[in-house]
């Protein structure tokens, strides 16, 4: 787990500023999801097959002896959610939810036991329409990021659960008859869940790959349809895309649409946002039939791709300097005068003492364009030193009482 530093998570900060403008631009709601849900919930809604549920998960007894686990994604919850609160039947919703997740996993870059996720899960909506609207919002965050060169778009389909089981057979059929050659995952997953074999990073076991029976030769005509469709409406906006056959997620629950964003420079954990259609889950979980879709990104890899070039966030716009006691106090209170005149200014006051120099070597380090200085002759006088940081000019001495009129002049100059 990551200590986020100042400017991380400033970084982070940023992203989901920009993040929670977009996604309210398109109408999307906030909802707030507990950490720690039933473990049931995932191993019935991820899948006890999966990746996650058999090695990430973090769950441990409560005092009822209730097995309980920290959230390793949102979907789960979001759809329990829904329906606890009746929000799914004959509803449309689009919900999104941002937080910390946590998945027992090798650390390495971009990879950590916690970290996170904005997600967006939307209901009541079954055609390929908002399946292309979470494409172009989230295509549309990546310009907002100044990202989008650096992202490229996958997508396929997965057709139905029927279809997929089809898939599933003739997949198995074809890795049997190479078994001997499969590496050690890969076998297991044989037997448990073949298609997590084409997600294998493992070359040998690619190679194989190469001549396996293809997801799209499986598809039912309604999937088939849906996913022309879906490609038809990216080609209108001419939002480049590439179908890749292989991208087939790890989570169970996924049908028809499945797409990630990826890129080539965070090494092998390019995939900073993934996601697809998951039209089952409701009634999976007890409710009436209803369409699902959503994707989540990752933060900290995108926080990675951001970070080489961010130029910082907030700056400090005042820096208030003062010796002596009755001047240390003014300082105090003058900085809440100036906050209450203009809330949108940064101010920073010395606090700890020292003197003048060192408080000026403080005030230039801080970026602050302005000091104030506070001595004992100021403040007998009612005035404020004003210095300029940034430009070589006289000090002049005003008046305590125009300092609000004198900042918002200044400063919006600069
Ligand atoms: P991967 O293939 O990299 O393991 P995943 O398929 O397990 O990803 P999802 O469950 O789809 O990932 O989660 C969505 C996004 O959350 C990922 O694309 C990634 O950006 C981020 N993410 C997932 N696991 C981690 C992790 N352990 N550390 C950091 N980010 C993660
Ligand atoms: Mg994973």
């Not at 990746?51 to 329990?80: C, H, Q, W």
């Not at 049908?255 to 946002?273: H, M, P, R, Y």
Request: aromatic share 8%; charged share 30%.
């Amino acid at each position: 787990m990551q200590d986020l530093l100042p400017r991380q998570k400033e970084v982070f900060r940023f992203i989901e500023d920009k993040a929670r403008a977009v996604l309210y631009s398109y109408g999307y709601q906030e909802i707030g999801l507990p950490v720690i849900e039933s473990t049931h919930l995932f191993s019935r809604v991820v899948g006890e097959n999966t990746d996650i549920v058999e090695k990430e998960m973090y769950s441990f007894d409560d005092r009822n002896g209730e097995s309980l686990t920290l959230r390793p994604e949102g979907t789960a919850g979001t759809v329990r959610l829904a329906e606890e609160n009746g929000l799914t039947f004959n509803q449309i919703q689009r919900f999104w939810y941002a937080g910390p997740f946590f998945r027992y996993e090798r650390p390495q870059k971009g990879r950590y036991r916690q970290f996170e996720q904005i997600g967006v899960e939307c209901f009541g909506m079954p055609g390929p329409d908002i399946d292309v609207e979470l494409m172009f919002m989230t295509s549309r965050l990546w310009q907002e990021l100044g990202i989008s060169g650096d992202l490229r778009l996958e997508l396929n389909s997965l057709g139905t659960a029927e279809s997929r089981a089809r898939y599933r057979t003739a997949l198995r059929d074809y890795l049997s008859a190479v078994k001997g050659e499969l590496d050690e995952d890969s076998l297991r997953r044989l037997d448990s869940n073949p298609l997590r074999i084409l997600d294998s990073k493992v070359e040998k076991t690619q190679d194989l790959l190469k001549g396996a029976p293809l997801l799209g030769e499986f598809l039912d005509p309604d999937s088939t349809e849906h996913f022309e469709q879906l490609c038809r409406l990216m080609d209108k906006r001419q939002l480049p895309y590439v179908v890749n056959p292989r991208i087939v997620r790890g989570l169970d629950y996924y049908n028809k649409t499945v797409f990630e964003w990826i890129t080539d420079s965070l090494g092998a954990q390019g995939t900073v946002c993934g996601g697809g259609r998951y039209d089952g889950l409701v009634e999976q979980i007890g409710g009436k039939s209803t369409p699902g879709v959503g994707f989540a990104m990752g933060l900290d890899r995108l926080a990675l791709m951001l970070e080489p070039n961010f130029g910082g966030g907030r700056q400090t716009d005042v820096y208030v300097a003062a010796v002596g006691d009755n001047a240390r106090e003014r300082a105090l209170l003058l900085a809440e005068d100036i906050r209450d005149l203009s809330p949108s200014i940064t101010v920073l006051v010395n606090c700890g003492g020292g003197k003048f120099k060192s408080q000026l070597k403080k005030a230039d380090a801080s970026g602050a364009s302005l000091a104030l200085i506070l001595g004992e002759d100021e403040v007998a006088n009612g005035q404020v030193t004003v210095k300029h940081l940034r430009e070589s000019g006289e000090q002049k001495l005003i008046s305590s009482d125009g300092i609000g009129k004198y900042l918002t002049e200044n400063l919006q100059k600069e």
